[in-house]
């Protein structure tokens, strides 16, 4: 971790933290993440965060939550920026986070920037020790979502209303500022703003061009550039700016302080007029030409230019200190961890080459919502951060240790490391690959060309490794010196769907067959396990049939709870990870909630048995291991499963039977191991419960399905489980439920990504 030191007098490269606080408005209704994070109503978090080591934190005070608390709005302020000053957490406090003010005003209203000022100087009275102010957060991004796409209030979709609203806010933040230090004249001005750079075909150079001076308005404007010579005068002017409205910026400039820039993986974008290569909800235009606009990185043959470009680029221009102020990415936790040590590495390497980098933010530390759609309405899309709050309370990630390395200046090491996030990956592309001429930066490497990239990206990510004390460990079998995963089961679904899912997630693994590895023999398994060298195991073999179990208990022990003790064993003695599964048929079903990880295994049948004493043999070996609890798989990749089965009898116009007097929860299996995927990386242990949720009879399964692919289900057959050839007693009740963590997408949403464009076909259907 390089340039994490400060040299040469410099100040050290800080780490910093940020709350996602985003308060939208949306037509007449507001959307406020920490509403649904939870941390507007707890105030422990703030020891989670002073626990990381950050050095400061972006901390709203927001104008719209305090309209709203009358006599009292400072209360919830007043009781946690006094704390975060105990605590050692400098705070920088924003003001309006994507939000267009009170419901009294608007961005484009006259007096919005009078009002924020107003608001300010309040603020300022009240906390005169603070420093350190974002009055308005990405005021371009919201100008353009809230006047020129017409996401976010108040919704215009025209080039005046977005010029309005930008002015505005680059209005409020200049008088903002003026009014708080008026109260404490050392006060700093902390500007963020999404940085990214578009590319194009040569036909649409006109168009990246525009977009990549548009880009730095907001900066431009508080900086006092935005002058006659700007190449974007005459567009403001036309868009209806006066010119002593812009007059007033170079006149009166409020430089930032601090430059702050928010890189995602979408902050690049690539226009193409040859919209036939891409979907349509891509495609769109100007006056002169249509085309399509899509992520760069699912496009251009150089790759992405990442955060270090984006870094020199702002210094260059503008000769200012600057610092990385969001850092963030949804998605799997492999490739979280990667993106932030990519964007710690980047800001170490702009300061060597000479930018004044002051930070990097890890951002939505308790993660965020509904950013896949915007957050234009509620779907309960989670995004976890440093801490994953779908649980009683908010639980460490595998980020919260890497972000205190990181700001310890310590080495942090991690197996997954090793292999480069998806978008260094060569299945990045999505569309057919675009040269623009800008090559790819990356931190201490050449750049990787298209046609390079499946053999540099396993070197890169090597060298990447090494930069951050991963360790390599293991044999040649782990892939390039990267030990895999051993993923046991080869024959069943599960272990197929983790096989695929670890490709897709850049996991090096290994498929092991009962003649590679039986789980069940001492000897095999520490031959297996001597061979592959993993870092962890996945035990998903097992005997699965359950009626059958009741004619064969002891082939079912042997499989099903032998086979997962000799394993814990076996990886306690070498420092591995153990992963295993259970079932929803260790409970009797005389409850009528759903049941949770702390309740009493009181198994019916011999399957049932095998696996609760498969639980208590592992965890009773191997605390470390983790035991998930599970039920009712349906995927893409098995079609024998349940729902599959219904579907294509209801199709075909037979008879299908189901139970309408057993209650399960059902699971996706794709939600199943990405979930697993990322407790296993968190380093979590004991049992989990991990279903889609809601609690249905096999019938009402059949039936919900049947209704979202419209196929008529008069020929289902819901029937008690007495008229059903069961051998093997079943639980009326076994819905799982949890007290440790809520993981996965509700039932509905599963069936509608497994059953998009079904065909009755499921072995050839991909997870959407």
Not at 219 to 232: A, E, I, K, T
Not at 489 to 512: K, Q, T
Not at 668 to 689: C, F, K, M, Q, R
Not at 707 to 723: F, H, I, Y
Request: aromatic share 8%; proline share 7%.
């Amino acid at each position: 971790m390089s340039g994490a030191a400060g040299e040469g007098g410099a100040p050290a490269l800080e780490l910093w933290g940020g709350v996602e606080c985003t308060v939208n408005r949306v037509g007449d209704t507001y959307h406020d993440q920490m509403e649904r994070s939870g941390h507007a109503r707890r105030l422990d978090d703030l020891e989670r965060f002073a626990g990381l080591g950050i050095r400061a934190i972006r901390y709203p005070v927001l104008w719209e939550r305090a309209a709203q608390g009358g006599p009292a709005r400072f209360a919830w302020a007043d009781a946690r920026l006094p704390r975060l000053r105990e605590l050692g957490l400098r705070p920088i406090v924003g003001l309006v986070h994507h939000g267009s003010g009170p419901p009294s005003t608007s961005l484009v209203e006259p007096g919005f920037a009078a009002g924020l000022a107003r608001f300010a100087r309040e603020v300022a009275e009240r906390y005169p020790w603070v420093e350190h102010y974002t009055p308005v957060n990405e005021p371009l991004t919201t100008a353009r979502f809230s006047g020129m796409y017409g996401h976010w209030y108040p919704h215009g979709r025209d080039g005046r209303t977005f010029v309005r609203a930008l002015l505005s806010q680059c209005r409020a933040v200049a008088a903002s500022m003026r009014a708080i230090r008026e109260v404490n004249p050392r006060a700093r001005l902390v500007q963020t703003e999404d940085l990214g750079k578009t590319f194009s075909t040569p036909l649409l150079a006109y168009q990246a061009e525009h977009e990549n001076h548009r880009r730095w308005l907001s900066m431009d404007l508080l900086m006092g550039r935005v002058d006659r010579d700007h190449p974007l005068y005459p567009r403001l002017l036309e868009w209806g700016a006066s010119p002593g409205e812009l007059e007033a910026f170079v006149e009166s400039p409020c430089p930032p302080d601090i430059l702050g820039i928010n890189h995602y993986i979408t902050s690049d974008r690539f226009i193409d007029e040859r919209v036939e290569r891409y979907p349509a909800w891509a495609r769109g235009g100007n006056e002169r030409h249509a085309y399509a606009d899509v992520e760069a990185v699912r496009v251009v043959a150089e790759g992405m230019g990442g955060h270090l470009a984006r870094l020199l680029e702002v210094w260059e221009r503008y000769r200012r200190p600057v610092a990385i102020t969001e850092a963030h990415l949804g998605g799997p936790r492999e490739e979280q961890l990667r993106w932030l040590l990519e964007a710690f590495d980047a800001a170490a390497a702009a300061r060597a080459a000479g930018a004044d980098v002051r930070a990097v933010t890890v951002w939505a530390m308790l993660g965020s919502f509904d950013w896949d759609c915007l957050v234009v309405r509620e779907r309960g899309h989670y995004e976890a951060g440093v801490f994953d709050v779908r649980g009683s309370g908010p639980r460490p990630t595998a980020l919260a240790a890497l972000v205190r390395a990181l700001a310890r200046g310590e080495p942090f090491e991690h197996p997954v490391l090793p292999s480069p996030g998806w978008w260094r990956r060569r299945e990045r592309l999505l569309y057919p690959a675009v040269l623009v001429g800008e090559p790819a930066v990356r931190v201490g490497e050449p750049a990787v060309g298209v046609g390079e990239e499946r053999e540099a990206g396993v070197g890169a990510g090597e060298r990447e490794g090494a930069i951050h004390g991963t360790s390599a460990g293991g044999g040649a079998a782990g892939g390039a010196g990267r030990p895999p995963l051993l993923i046991a089961g080869a024959s069943g679904a599960l272990g197929r769907a983790f096989a695929r899912l670890c490709a897709e997630r850049g996991l090096p693994r290994r498929l092991l067959g009962r003649g590679e590895m039986d789980i069940a023999d001492p000897a095999s398994v520490e031959r297996a396990l001597a061979h592959h060298a993993p870092w962890a195991v996945i035990n998903t073999a097992g005997y699965t049939r359950v009626d059958d179990a009741e004619r064969d208990p002891r082939r079912c022990e042997r499989e099903n709870a032998v086979g997962p003790a000799v394993l814990a064993a076996a990886c306690r003695a070498r420092g591995v990870r153990l992963v295993t599964f259970s079932s929803d048929l260790v409970f009797d079903g005389a409850q009528r909630t759903p049941y949770v990880e702390t309740d009493p295994a009181r198994p019916l049948s011999a399957y049932g048995r095998s696996k609760a004493t498969a639980e208590r043999r592992v965890t009773e070996v191997l605390p470390s291991a983790l035991v998930v609890r599970t039920a009712a798989f349906f995927g893409p990749w098995d079609e024998r499963n349940f729902v599959a089965a219904a579907l294509r009898a209801l199709r075909d116009g037979r008879p299908f039977s189901a139970a309408e007097d057993l209650i399960v929860t059902p699971t996706y299996t794709p939600d199943l191991v990405n979930a697993a995927l990322d407790l296993l990386i968190d380093g979590e242990s004991g049992i989990w419960h991990l279903t889609n949720r809601d609690a249905v009879t096999w019938a009402e399964l059949a039936a919900r399905s049947a209704a979202l692919v419209r196929v008529d289900a008069g020929r289902l057959v819901r029937c008690p489980s007495s008229a059903l050839p069961f051998v093997a007693p079943r639980p009326r009740y076994s819905a799982l439920g949890s007290r440790r963590g809520i993981l996965l997408p509700a039932l509905e949403d599963a069936l509608a990504r497994y059953l998009a464009g079904w065909e009755g076909d499921a072995a050839r259907r991909e997870p959407a």
